[in-house]
């Protein structure tokens, strides 16, 4: 299978920037009547234009799937609908939407079919593949990930579907409950004596009975959202530029020391963990021995939208407290 800062700051930031990233105009109807046409800027710099908001949708990827069902909009075209089911349990599909197939190669035929008057793309969509979609309907190009400013940028994609959508007012109460999930989940992580405490996330799977561990390290949104709950990010792995993911064995366990131990896997896959039970290596670290490993529960998308981060954060808590 393909695996793919301060809150009021960025919100204010995210509100400074959209306000130059897209319009909505007075548009004369055919039939005289006006309507609210619509202008943005997407991630490439190019300029989407829509006769007013978008209602049927296609997503090429789960998280701007997760966006616009937690906005209210139910896309009709959705990649890989059995793949988002599984791994994407926070905001599950509403009514029928066509599969249109893998999230790297969506159907054109079966997108072009569903007349769509949007598809919402992101940066690790071929360039390819979005030019042939663009011959259907108008394709909103998303960044997928920013290890920069990751929060943030999960926020202006939010933000980028909401306008194109016409609804700003719900994308508003999404990262409004998203951000008191935060404060909540930290005030309580403090009062069990959780304040600065090191949490490692990794997630992990077998192949050919050898086990891959992939660190979220500092600029991936888990560890974000783990910084925004008060905690400390203890991987002291570099990511890649985009979701802030590094790659280790069981061996590179070992320099994480004394910590809490969180991960998420599947009941579709193996357990990881349980291949490293009596593995020397995996018996003999800190968290394992301490019982201080954490399994959260499936269907949390690890790289999804406020949603799934915010569910994220509620299992931390738990997790953690319990």
Not at 14 to 42: F, K, N, Q, Y
Request: aromatic share 6%.
């Amino acid at each position: 299978m393909t695996r793919i800062p301060a809150l009021a700051a960025t919100a204010a930031a995210t509100a400074l920037l959209l306000s130059g990233c897209g319009t909505t105009e007075p548009a004369a109807d055919v039939d005289g009547s006006t309507a609210d046409a619509i202008t943005i800027t997407d991630a490439r710099g190019e300029t989407i234009e829509l006769d007013g908001p978008a209602t049927r949708v296609v997503g090429t990827e789960w998280n701007v799937v997760e966006h616009l069902i937690a906005l209210g909009v139910a896309p009709v075209g959705v990649a890989d609908i059995e793949g988002y089911s599984t791994w994407v349990q926070s905001e599950p599909l509403e009514g029928e939407p066509e599969d249109i197939g893998t999230r790297g190669e969506p159907s054109v035929e079966t997108v072009a079919g569903l007349q769509p008057d949007l598809i919402v793309a992101t940066t690790d969509l071929p360039d390819t593949a979005v030019a042939q979609l663009e011959e259907v309907a108008p394709v909103l190009v998303l960044a997928s990930a920013d290890a920069a400013r990751p929060l943030e940028q999960m926020y202006e994609n939010v933000e980028l579907i909401a306008q194109a959508t016409g609804t700003e007012d719900e994308a508003e109460t999404v990262i409004g409950e998203f951000e008191a999930a935060l404060e909540e989940g930290k005030a309580a992580l403090a009062e069990a004596g959780y304040d600065g405490a090191p949490v490692a996330f990794s997630d992990g799977w077998v192949a050919s009975n050898q086990v891959s561990i992939r660190p979220f390290v500092s600029g991936s949104v888990i560890a974000a959202v783990n910084e925004e709950l008060g905690l400390t990010t203890p991987w002291e792995l570099e990511g890649d530029a985009a979701y802030g993911l590094a790659s280790t064995d069981v061996e590179g366990l070992t320099a994480l020391g004394e910590v809490d131990y969180l991960y998420i896997t599947n009941g579709a896959e193996a357990d990881f963990t349980e291949t490293l039970a009596g593995n020397a290596v995996w018996e003999s670290l800190p968290f394992v021995q301490q019982d201080r490993v954490h399994r959260l529960p499936d269907g949390i998308w690890m790289f999804g939208g406020p949603s799934s981060m915010q569910d994220y954060a509620e299992a931390v808590v738990e997790a953690l407290t319990a």
